[in-house]
């Protein structure tokens, strides 16, 4: 069974530039959540994405967004990026919303903003 | 001060000990998370509870929703259980608050 996919695993982008993310769950998971690591914040919640909607939504600014798609698929889309935006960027799937089932975790895609 | 926090941040130990970490939280939760984080960035998720105490191999965690505290430990450590462990509190409006992890290092 593949596991969670995102692609691609690292991306360097300048400032002022827009970025695409693009994450794969599991076969069957319907629950896409995405995650931001810095050193100087540690993880982050960024959004849950369940059926297509968005489910929640963590204190980050309009410029991060996404989206998922009907085989469950999700983006995550940061515009105008700045350099505080260089980070490692995660995301999980999980058989249902919230924290009712285990979560698996991708590899990562490393964001450096110059 | 953070809603979740883990103690010790840094904690290096000999083969073979007894590991303990420690996760307070101030939020109400629906469940903790104990996830463990290899260099490179994979994440892998190793208990989710809401109470008591779960193991796996020589993983056990436990959680007391009284006192708002988890504990992760690992019994007869090895040096491929070095990595960083890191407690995450779900609240009960499902937003996830992540500890900033305790880098574990175990010297052969």
């Known amino acids: 069974k593949a596991g969670v996919t995102q692609t691609p695993r690292y991306l360097i982008k300048t400032r002022g530039q827009q970025v695409t993310l693009s994450c794969s769950p599991i076969?069957?998971?319907?629950?896409v959540s995405w995650y931001q690591q810095t050193p100087g914040q540690g993880l982050q919640f960024l959004f849950e994405y369940f059926s297509e909607t968005q489910r929640n939504k963590g204190n980050f600014p309009g410029r991060f967004s996404g989206r998922q798609f009907s085989n469950s698929r999700s983006e995550m889309n940061v515009s105008t990026l700045e350099l505080g935006d260089s980070a490692l960027y995660l995301c999980?799937?999980?058989?249902?919303?919230?924290?009712?089932?285990?979560?698996?975790f991708g590899q990562g895609t490393r964001l450096t903003v110059v | 001060k953070n809603e979740v926090e883990q103690s010790p941040q840094n904690l290096t130990a000999q083969e073979g000990e007894f590991i303990t970490i420690n996760c307070s939280y101030s939020?109400?939760?629906?469940?903790l998370h104990w996830l463990q984080q290899h260099p490179g960035g994979g994440i892998v998720s190793l208990f989710m509870l809401s109470s008591g105490k779960k193991k796996h191999g020589r993983l056990i965690a436990t959680i007391n929703i009284q006192e708002k505290h988890s504990s992760l430990h690992i019994t007869a450590s090895h040096p491929r259980d070095s990595a960083v462990y890191i407690c995450a509190a779900e609240n009960r409006d499902d937003k996830i608050i992540f500890g900033k992890g305790t880098r574990l290092h175990i010297l052969p």
């Open positions: 999980a799937s999980s058989l249902l919303q919230g924290g009712g089932a285990e979560a698996f």
């Open positions: 939020v109400g939760i629906s469940a």
């Open positions: 076969s069957g998971h319907r629950s």
